[in-house]
């Protein structure tokens, strides 16, 4: 044996053992063998330790329990941290059992047949370990019970060196078979303070040493969690992404004997190196059903219940288990990283199946209480809340996080170490966003009344601009995951207003207006929504460009084609719930407004159909008369106007009589009255004087 059986025996067995097995599970182990190999020049077997590894790493699964709920559930940290993938796990099985059958060959060799050097060369080589079955048999109050089965041999072929391979094949057709007594593997962590991983207890194991001789091994091994104060810095440094690598540490004393001879008791160690890729990451998950519903809590009253399940791409686990019921806590980003996360929900797992190769597929149960004050309350450096951040940012198709800890009541058929465990850390839950363009459709104004700025106003006063007033419809599309009772009670918004795709202004509606909502049951091929009605008064129209502006208000005088606005904004909704009372920010929703509908109104000012009422000449010239007049119209459109001041040409075959002028004049739909108007009588030339003259006659005539 050599002398320095530590790191050396184990450390070389490691990597012959998972060099012998098939390439996908020995090619990463064999290469960490080989590191520590070149650390330790001496060679012993990694039989125990490699086992204790495997037990680690399958202890790990069990005990992250945590980790395939949460994996499964909400991708639970354990699993990730120490479990890696799935090769990785499959390889720690085989390293299991082959660590304790080189052990045994190199200890019985080396001891009575051959030199040491020689001894771990066939050893590493020659083993073969081909697991057959993985399984968490019960968790226990400490850890887990596993289960492993597999087929053991030595395969003298795979040993490239004749003398080496003639030598073992003789030595071990002397001993026939070995023995290992019962034995405990602790895994630490060196580069954490040597912080202890877990424990594995394992039992006695006997194989056949002789080359090609088949050994079944199925037994039991009781695996035990360690400092989970530890695990949670591990988990830590994982998730904030300053795990690099990660250096794990077994050792043993293994008691070795083949028939009635004894070997003593043999100290052993193995070190592996995980790093890049061989570092877990976040399983992949698609959400396939989600479900947000009213339920009644005798202790509470009204509260929000979600249903949510999950299809987990299972790649990291070869495994087979149960994982029970699990709770945890939902939590929510606060106003700023070094606030403590807001709770926002209770959730539970229901029993999740893991199988080998197969898609956990994972039933979640929440409620939501009540919405803390924390979580709607504006934050004081921004004008939104950590709720309005986390919908807004689900609601523009970001990805927005929730976080997930387990929670601080656990089942009551949770072992302590796993409750434990789950409470000492916090995982980040990505989901991706959902994008709501169509979610507020069919918005329009009724009984629209436009009021035109004064021309005498200061510039950039409020008298100086545009007012609209009306009554805004929208229907509200429900998502197909919402089945509560929701109301609109005010809304808001900002609102970009174009005309022939160019941008005329801006509608301020931040003040908030009363809205009235009416679900509407899905019919034909529409689905569910809410009708939303709300009034706006004198909103005022911030005109960006004048010129498309004018363009406007000559289309409208004189037009003969109906008139579009195209109305883009971003509606803030308060809503109430059996939550209580909140506020959806930043909607997205875009509609038209018809003007001057063409069937009504035929687009120009003939359809007004003036008349003058009454006429009362208030003071002559030699060439002019000024006139007063009560004026008649009708207004065949559904809109209605206020216009401060208005100067109109009076033409007559194309000669200029004079103009006429009105101010403050509010044009409603249907017949308007007496709308006061001045008119100077001014022909612009003898010819108009002459035309005049005979339209004055006709009149008096």
Same mark, same amino acid.
Request: one cysteine or more; a neutral charge.
């Given at each position: 044996m050599s002398d320095n059986d530590r790191t050396p025996l184990l450390a070389e067995e490691g990597a012959g053992s998972s060099s012998e097995r098939p390439p996908s599970q020995k090619s990463k182990l064999s290469n960490h063998s080989k590191r520590s190999n070149r650390a330790d020049n001496s060679a012993e077997s990694t039989p125990l330790l490699l086992r204790d590894n495997d037990h680690r790493d399958y202890g790990d699964a069990p005990r992250s329990?945590?980790?395939?709920?949460?994996?499964?559930?909400?991708?639970?940290?354990?699993?990730?941290?120490?479990? %890696?993938?799935?090769?990785? +796990?499959?390889?720690? &099985?085989?390293?299991? *059992?082959?660590?304790?059958?080189?052990?045994?060959? #190199? $200890?019985?060799?080396?001891?009575?047949?051959?030199a040491p050097a020689v001894v771990e060369q066939y050893a590493k080589q020659a083993a073969v370990f081909e697991p057959t079955n993985l399984s968490i048999d019960s968790f226990t109050s400490s850890g887990v019970r596993a289960r492993v089965q597999g087929n053991f041999m030595m395969n003298a072929s795979k040993v490239r060196t004749k003398s080496v391979r003639d030598l073992g094949r003789a030595g071990t057709r002397l001993a026939r078979?070995?023995?290992?007594?019962?034995?405990?593997?602790?895994?630490?962590?060196?580069?954490?303070?040597?912080?202890?991983?877990?424990?594995?207890?394992?039992?006695?194991?006997?194989?056949?040493?002789?080359? %090609?001789?088949?050994?079944? +091994?199925?037994?039991? &091994?009781?695996?035990? *969690?360690?400092?989970?104060?530890?695990?949670?810095? #591990? $988990?830590?440094?994982?998730?904030?992404?300053?795990?690099?690598?990660?250096?794990?540490?077994?050792?043993?004393?293994?008691?070795?004997?083949?028939?009635?001879?004894?070997?003593?008791?043999?100290?052993?160690?193995?070190?592996?190196?995980?790093?890049?890729?061989?570092?877990?990451?976040?399983?992949?998950?698609?959400?396939?059903?989600?479900?947000?519903?009213?339920?009644?809590?005798?202790?509470?009253?009204?509260?929000?219940?979600?249903?949510?399940?999950?299809?987990?791409?299972n790649d990291y686990l070869p495994v087979t288990f149960d994982v029970p019921p699990l709770a945890f806590d939902v939590l929510v980003q606060g106003c700023s990283p070094e606030e403590p996360y807001i709770f926002l929900a209770d959730a539970t797992t229901g029993d999740i199946e893991v199988r080998p190769k197969k898609d956990l597929i994972v039933d979640v149960g929440g409620i939501v209480r009540q919405l803390p004050d924390t979580l709607i309350q504006t934050c004081p450096q921004s004008m939104k809340s950590p709720m309005d951040v986390l919908l807004g940012n689900y609601m523009n198709g970001k990805e927005a996080t929730i976080y997930v800890r387990g929670s601080e009541t656990p089942l009551p058929n949770t072992p302590e170490w796993i409750a434990e465990l789950m409470e000492s850390v916090t995982v980040p839950l990505p989901f991706p966003g959902h994008t709501f363009d169509n979610l507020i459709r069919n918005f329009s104004l009724a009984d629209v009344h436009f009021g035109l700025p004064s021309p005498f106003a200061e510039p950039d006063s409020p008298e100086a601009q545009p007012r609209i007033s009306a009554v805004v419809k929208a229907l509200v599309g429900l998502p197909e995951e919402m089945n509560f009772p929701i109301d609109v009670s005010?809304?808001?918004?900002?609102?970009?207003?174009?005309?022939?795709?160019?941008?005329?202004?801006?509608?301020?509606?931040?003040?908030?207006?009363?809205?009235?909502?009416?679900?509407?049951?899905?019919?034909?091929?529409?689905?569910?929504?809410?009708?939303?009605e709300s009034i706006i008064k004198d909103a005022p129209l911030k005109v960006t460009d004048n010129d498309v502006f004018a363009d406007l208000v000559q289309a409208l005088v004189f037009s003969d084609k109906t008139l579009v606005l195209s109305v883009k904004a971003a509606?803030?909704?308060?809503?109430?719930?059996?939550?209580?009372?909140?506020?959806?920010?930043?909607?997205?929703?875009?509609?038209?407004?018809?003007?001057?509908?063409?069937?009504?109104?035929?687009?120009?000012?003939?359809?007004?159909?003036?008349?003058?009422?009454?006429?009362?000449?208030?003071?002559?010239?030699?060439?002019?008369?000024?006139?007063?007049?009560?004026?008649?119209?009708?207004?065949?459109?559904?809109y209605s106007a206020t216009v401060p001041y208005v100067d109109i040409l009076m033409l007559n075959n194309g000669s200029v009589l004079g103009h006429a002028t009105a101010k403050g004049v509010t044009v409603r739909p249907g017949p308007n009255r007496d709308i006061k108007v001045k008119a100077l009588w001014e022909p612009a030339d003898f010819k108009a004087e002459a035309v005049g003259r005979e339209l004055l006659s006709q009149y008096v005539s």
């Open positions: 329990t945590g980790p395939p709920s949460s994996a499964s559930s909400l991708r639970s940290l354990h699993d990730g941290i120490i479990g %890696g993938k799935g090769k990785r +796990l499959t390889r720690w &099985t085989t390293v299991l *059992a082959v660590t304790i059958l080189c052990l045994i060959v #190199i $200890a019985i060799l080396g001891l009575g047949f051959a078979a070995a023995e290992t007594k019962r034995s405990k593997v602790n895994v630490i962590l060196p580069e954490y303070g040597n912080v202890l991983l877990g424990m594995a207890d394992v039992p006695p194991i006997v194989v056949d040493i002789r080359n %090609g001789h088949v050994t079944h +091994l199925d037994f039991i &091994t009781e695996l035990t *969690a360690g400092d989970v104060d530890g695990i949670r810095r #591990i $988990a830590k440094d994982w998730l904030d992404g300053r795990l690099s690598q990660l250096r794990v540490e077994g050792t043993a004393d293994v008691g070795v004997k083949s028939g009635i001879f004894g070997f003593g008791t043999q100290t052993i160690s193995k070190e592996m190196v995980f790093s890049g890729q061989e570092l877990p990451v976040f399983p992949k998950y698609d959400i396939t059903r989600m479900n947000f519903h009213e339920i009644d809590i005798p202790t509470v009253g009204k509260a929000m219940a979600a249903d949510v399940s999950l299809a987990l791409v005010r809304v808001r918004a900002d609102a970009d207003v174009f005309y022939k795709k160019q941008k005329l202004g801006e509608l301020d509606l931040k003040r908030w207006q009363t809205a009235n909502s009416t679900l509407v049951e899905a019919h034909d091929q529409n689905p569910r929504g809410l009708a939303v509606v803030d909704v308060e809503t109430e719930t059996a939550l209580g009372k909140f506020v959806v920010r930043e909607i997205p929703a875009e509609g038209k407004v018809f003007i001057l509908d063409l069937a009504l109104s035929g687009g120009n000012m003939t359809s007004f159909s003036p008349e003058v009422g009454s006429l009362r000449i208030l003071e002559t010239t030699a060439r002019t008369i000024l006139l007063k007049a009560k004026v008649n119209i009708t207004n065949p459109t559904d």
